[in-house]
Nanobody
Framework: QVQLVESGGGLVQPGGSLTLSCVAS????????MRWYRQAPGKERELVAR????????NYADSVKGRFTISRDNAKNMVYLQMNSLKPEDTAVYYC?????????????WGQGTQVTVSS
């Protein structure tokens, strides 16, 4: 059974930091690229950050460059999103996403999301 379970969300003041975690199970984590998406109320889901399967390359949305860092630990089946200098506009539900190829077929999986609220 494939699972992606996010944790680490919460309420934080502007300028603060949070680290989101996502633990994966049920698939070969080290073969999948991982992404963090977010969706704010009334807005479309947007890609925040991406990391390749080996962790050798990362990409970020312009809105979070220099503030957020994505990383992964393939030994622990974990992906992280370190978020610094948080702004009210970072408020959203954050989702962990995996995509890759197994047995010649492409798969993608979603977590259930974790709420991040940036407010004073």
């Amino acid at each position: 059974q494939v699972q992606l379970v996010e944790s680490g969300g919460g309420l934080v003041q502007p300028g603060g930091s949070l680290t989101l975690s996502c633990v994966a199970s049920g698939f070969t984590f080290s073969r999948f690229a991982m992404r963090w998406y977010r969706q704010a109320p009334g807005k479309e889901r947007e890609l925040v950050a991406r990391i390749t399967s080996a962790g050798s390359s990362t990409n970020y949305a312009d809105s979070v460059k220099g503030r957020f860092t994505i990383s992964r630990d393939n030994a622990k089946n974990m992906v992280y999103l370190q978020m610094n200098s948080l702004k009210p506009e970072d408020t959203a539900v954050y989702y962990c996403h995996a995509d890759g190829i197994t047995g010649g077929l492409g798969y993608d999986y979603w977590g259930q999301g974790t709420q991040v609220t940036v407010s004073s």
